[in-house]
């Protein structure tokens, strides 16, 4: 999941925190993170001498987007909850769910499932409800992400079902690529024999695939106990 900027620019009022913040956006495009983040750290501090909690939402908000692609994960997720109260504050929910989807992607990355699930289930809810479609499609690839890891393949095939239907209607490409990728990998580990380990330790009551798995495995078993005494047999 690719971390996104809040979409609203800083205040026409403050010239000198909006010009660092777009030198500091221009510099992490350009893979120059050391210098965009220093543009964005004199965003930051420019904005709370002004008093603009949007700008300041803003400015950290690309802080953590410059941690996530550095890979220091820990700190772009203080950054991004550093910002959320301040988009609920707000009353602005596409915000919120910009930001809670990176959140998302950050705990991801650092192995939080959990923590992962909770932040881009809350994102989807938001871009639902703001009729967001193409960013819920988004968010719900991301669950599917984290049901596949989980063993959940039913459920992540329905979640990259879900993106797919929506995203070819929308007629966006690349995140329709991603969809299908997505679901393609899916899909190839249901034909993978030799994880059938895989449900002894990764346990989806709910999941249809859980059952056939472990009638696989059980069955296989009696079979193995049957013929073992052919094979002691002189």
Known sequence: AQPRAPGDPLPERDFPSRLENGLGLVR????????????????????????????????????????????????????????????????????????????????YQLGDLDGAEAAWTEAHRLRLAVGDTSGAASTSMNLGLILRRRGDREGALRCFDEAEAVLRRLGSLNLLAEALSGRGNVLLDLGRPWAIWHPMIMWQPHSIMFEVAWCVILYTTVLFMEFLPIGFEK
């Open 28 to 107: 992490m495009t350009q893979g120059r993170y050391d210098e965009a983040e220093q543009h964005l750290l004199n965003s930051l501090r420019f904005v709370r001498e002004s008093g603009s909690r949007r700008g300041v939402m803003v400015a950290l908000s690309n802080l953590g987007i410059v941690r996530n692609r550095r890979g220091d994960f820990p700190g772009a997720l203080r950054f991004y909850e550093e910002a959320l109260p301040l988009a609920v504050l707000a009353g602005d929910s596409q915000q919120q769910a910009v930001i809670l989807n990176n959140i998302g992607g950050s705990r």
